[in-house]
Every structure is written in structure tokens, then in C-alpha cells.
């Protein structure tokens, strides 16, 4: 069974960088099937797509938040990080990791969920 | 970006009743449109892939259709379990974008 683990700090303080990691475990990380996505929920909102990495280290950001996103790989591991520059209160939201499948094209498998706040 | 519009943007209904939910694409997605079903606290979980593929282990009650700029989910008997936040997005084109959500909530 697979399974997608969020884990990071709760606080970032404004202008600092947020980072998570993504676990996974089940042993489907480094197939070629599947993309491996960040998404965030801000409270009570609706979702928005962040970005993904493939196994490989390629990746693909939301151009709404291209300047400020870094998704990182280690497959050695079987996990995959997002980092997030210069956070403000807009940043505050519940981050999920989630997998893709690549054809077709949904997410099949998520994190719990991680809640961020930015605050000072 | 592909916009997708849901509506109604909440429900109330009652156990046993027929819910439809409908989302509008900006633009064309062929069949590139996927449900989810989130409960409060919850990650979202997938019902519906391709427009009408059923995922497995999901409720035969649950249905999707729709081709183009048009979707649409239903649920044949409203159960108990199934209040929640409903959620389209589409897999057509990046950046993949979400609904706003449909909120279905006990009459």
C-alpha cells in the first residue's frame, strides 16, 4: 500500500522559507509511472496545485509561484521536498503531498496534509 | 490557466436523495477531468477519473460524465457518509487546476 508522508515545521516566521518533506513508502518512488506533486489548501479554501517533480529530478512549477518554489528529489530515500522563498500570510494553508499517475492523469495517493502558518 | 467552475457552490440534502454537481471549463479538456470527495480534516480522495472512470473501491453510486467543457457528478442515494466538500480538476493542460468546490450538507 502506498503511502505519502508530510513532515516539517508548523511556523515560518514572514519572509523566511518554508520546507516540507514527502516520504514515501510502498515502493513506487522511482517507477516512471507516476508524477510526485505538491499541493496547498489555505483555510477554509479551495485547492491549488504547486508543482511536481518526476523520479528523475525533472520538475514543472504553477507559474503563479515559479519565482518562489523549489521541488527537490532523493530517491535514495524515496522522497521529495518543496521549498517555498519569502513567505507571507497568503502562504498560511494545509500543504499536501499527493502522487500522479502519468496516464492518465490524477492523484490517486495523498499525504495527510501538513498546516503551515506564517506568522511572526 | 483552465478555469473550472462548480455549481451550486453548496447543497443541502437528505439521505436517499439524487445530487448532482456540475463544473465548466474555461476551455476544452477532452475527457481530462477528475472528481474528489474531501472530508473536513480529511486529504481528498479520488471517485472519478477520465470524466467516467470509476476508481476502484469507490460506491457504484457515484457516477461522472461529460465531454469538452461540460461535467457532471452524481450521487444515485445521498448516504450519510457521503457530506463533504466535492472537487473537479482538471488534467488537460499546466498547470493542473481545481474547482472551488461544491460543500454537500445534511437537509
Known amino acids: 500500500q502506498v503511502q505519502l508522508q508530510e513532515s516539517g515545521p508548523g511556523l515560518v516566521k514572514p519572509s523566511q522559507t518554508l520546507s516540507l518533506a514527502c516520504t514515501v513508502s510502498?515502493?513506487?518512488?522511482?517507477?516512471?509511472?507516476?508524477?510526485w506533486s505538491w499541493i496547498r489548501q489555505p483555510p477554509g479554501k479551495g485547492l491549488e496545485w504547486i508543482g511536481y517533480t518526476y523520479y528523475s529530478g525533472s520538475t514543472y512549477y504553477n507559474p503563479s509561484l515559479k519565482s518562489r518554489v523549489t521541488i527537490s528529489v532523493d530517491a535514495s530515500r524515496a522522497q521529495f521536498s518543496l521549498n517555498l522563498t519569502s513567505v507571507t500570510a497568503a502562504d498560511t494553508a494545509v500543504y499536501f503531498c499527493a502522487r500522479q499517475t502519468a496516464t492518465p492523469l490524477y492523484f490517486d495517493y495523498w499525504g495527510q496534509g501538513a498546516l503551515v502558518t506564517v506568522s511572526s | 490557466d483552465i478555469q473550472l467552475t462548480q455549481s451550486p457552490s453548496s447543497l443541502s440534502a437528505s439521505v436517499g436523495d439524487r445530487v448532482t454537481i456540475t463544473c465548466r471549463a474555461s476551455?476544452?479538456?477532452?475527457?481530462?477531468l477528475n472528481w474528489y470527495q474531501q472530508k473536513l480534516g480529511r486529504a481528498p480522495k479520488l471517485l472519478i477519473y477520465?470524466?467516467?472512470k470509476l476508481q476502484s473501491g469507490v460506491p457504484a453510486r457515484f457516477s461522472g460524465s461529460g465531454y469538452g467543457t461540460d461535467f457532471t457528478l452524481t450521487i444515485s442515494s445521498l448516504q450519510p457518509e457521503d457530506f463533504a466538500t466535492y472537487y473537479c480538476q482538471q488534467s488537460f493542460s499546466t498547470p493542473w487546476t481545481f474547482g472551488l468546490g461544491t460543500k454537500v450538507e445534511i437537509k
Open positions: 476551455e476544452t479538456l477532452s475527457s481530462y
Open positions: 477520465a470524466a467516467s
Open positions: 510502498g515502493g513506487s518512488f522511482s517507477s516512471g509511472d507516476y508524477y
